[in-house]
């Protein structure tokens, strides 16, 4: 279950700031990965007994909820591509910050992003593809953003996957586009996977 699907009241007026442990989460995830986040960690960042983050998250996992929301809602470059672009400049700047944050992927995998900041991003993407006439824009959107989170998690693998060698007696056809295929750009990628994909599904509807 989400942090943001029971949310604690405040009992009392010393209460950790929820902010302050998402940003603390942020930090701990940023310079670790997963496995430096704990309840004892954000407690020690924040200075504070781990028994008083209990007044305001359940566990460890809640940690993983604010720090992925956190993390998107600090993100200037998301705020303004939110705000300003059309759907695919907002794909690739997605990228880009899953790409700065490689955590973040890992979260969505295992914690449905179901905060404000997320909640905003799936908002715009959808109202972005009502108004380019999808059919199905929660279809159209989720398969846009799976397609980035994917191209994300293997971003660091792009820079080497021109040089890789590829058996042409196997793959012949395959073979011959990936020798074709000389830029390495991750982003590049991204951009060519993301306006195929969207006029695939134009086609398909």
Known sequence: MSYWSRIKP???????DVQGIARAAVELLDGGGL???????????????PSSLYS????????????????LGADAEMARAIVEDGVDALMLAYFRHL??????????????????????LSERLVVLLIEDG????????NALSNFVIGSATTAHVAVSEPDAVVD???APTYSRLHR?????????AVAEGVA??????????
């Not at 790409?99 to 905003?120: D, E, K, N, S, T």
Request: glycine share 4%; hydrophobic share 45%.
């Open 99 to 120: 790409v700065r944050h490689r955590w973040a992927c890992q979260v969505i995998a295992m914690r449905p992003p179901r905060g404000p900041h997320y909640l905003r």
């Open 180 to 188: 074709q295929k000389s830029d390495g750009s991750a982003e590049r």
């Open 134 to 141: 999808a059919v199905d824009p929660l279809v159209n959107a």
């Open 10 to 16: 405040v009992r009392r007026a010393r209460a950790v």
């Open 35 to 49: 496995q430096a986040v704990t309840v004892r960690a954000v407690a020690k960042r924040l200075s504070v007994a």
């Open 196 to 205: 195929a994909l969207r006029n695939y599904c134009s086609i398909s509807e």
């Open 56 to 71: 305001r998250i359940d566990s460890a996992d809640d940690l993983f909820d604010l720090g992925l929301d956190a993390a």
């Open 168 to 170: 042409s007696a196997a």
